[in-house]
């Protein structure tokens, strides 16, 4: 069956390092949508990218949908402690209809 | 304007005990989801309802049943709890397909 596998699966680095999470799909994505859970909370929506080699800018966060649409990633750049908490990428399950699936996630943590 | 609102936040089962996870969204959704969050395997989905009075299985639907009485509510449960089904469960909404999901608050289930 259909598998979004994330990697990593823990990243820890220091504020003001780079991070970077990437997803991968086992079949072709119509769209993909990523989502940030704080500690504690609930998966919130960051964005969504729909076209072959989309690239998005959200501030300090650039995420592009790879040409095969297959794979994507997430980056930070200069991490800040606010960034704490765990990444998914989202996509369409096979099958038709509205199911979404959710890839394994990355968490994140930032240390001072 | 509430979004998805999720009960309880916390339970303890003992083993063989049931009990049903109420969710409700009034974002007028046709689209709501059960999913259930375990350490390093992301969020699986357990079932999905397309619409008031439809069902369908996800990824890990034994041991649960649902039921989408109406386009706002729809209930998670389980007749008879195992030590395996000790997570997070997550209910969630959307609109039409290439949209957000919403989620609700979770309910951290223990079954000892």
């Known amino acids: 069956g259909q598998q979004v596998m994330q990697i990593p699966q823990y990243q820890h680095v220091q504020e003001g390092e780079d991070f970077t999470t990437y997803c991968n799909s086992s079949t072709t994505l119509s769209n993909i949508q990523w989502y940030k859970q704080r500690p504690g909370g609930h998966p919130v929506f960051l964005i969504q990218?729909?076209?072959?080699?989309e690239v998005k800018k959200q501030k300090r966060l650039t995420f592009q949908f790879g040409e095969a649409k297959k794979n994507s990633s997430l980056h930070i750049t200069a991490t800040q402690t606010t960034d704490v908490g765990t990444y998914f990428c989202?996509?369409?399950?096979?099958?038709?209809?509205?199911?979404?699936?959710f890839g394994t996630g990355t968490q994140l943590k930032v240390e001072l | 304007n509430a979004g998805v609102t999720q009960t309880p936040k916390f339970q303890v089962l003992k083993t063989g005990q049931s009990m049903t996870l109420q969710c409700a969204q009034d974002?007028?959704?046709?689209?709501m989801y059960w999913y259930r969050q375990d350490p390093g395997m992301g969020l699986r989905l357990i079932y999905y309802s397309a619409s008031e009075g439809t069902t369908d299985k996800g990824e890990v639907p034994n041991g649960y049943n649902v039921s989408r009485l109406n386009k706002r509510e729809f209930s998670l449960r389980l007749e008879s709890a195992a030590p395996s089904q000790t997570s997070v469960y997550f209910c969630?909404?959307?609109?039409?397909?290439?949209?957000?999901?919403?989620f609700g608050q979770g309910t951290r289930l223990t079954v000892v």
């Open positions: 990218l729909v076209k072959s080699g």
């Open positions: 969630a909404s959307r609109g039409r397909q290439g949209t957000e999901a919403f």
């Open positions: 989202a996509g369409p399950r096979e099958g038709g209809g509205n199911k979404l699936t």
């Open positions: 974002m007028n959704h046709n689209s």
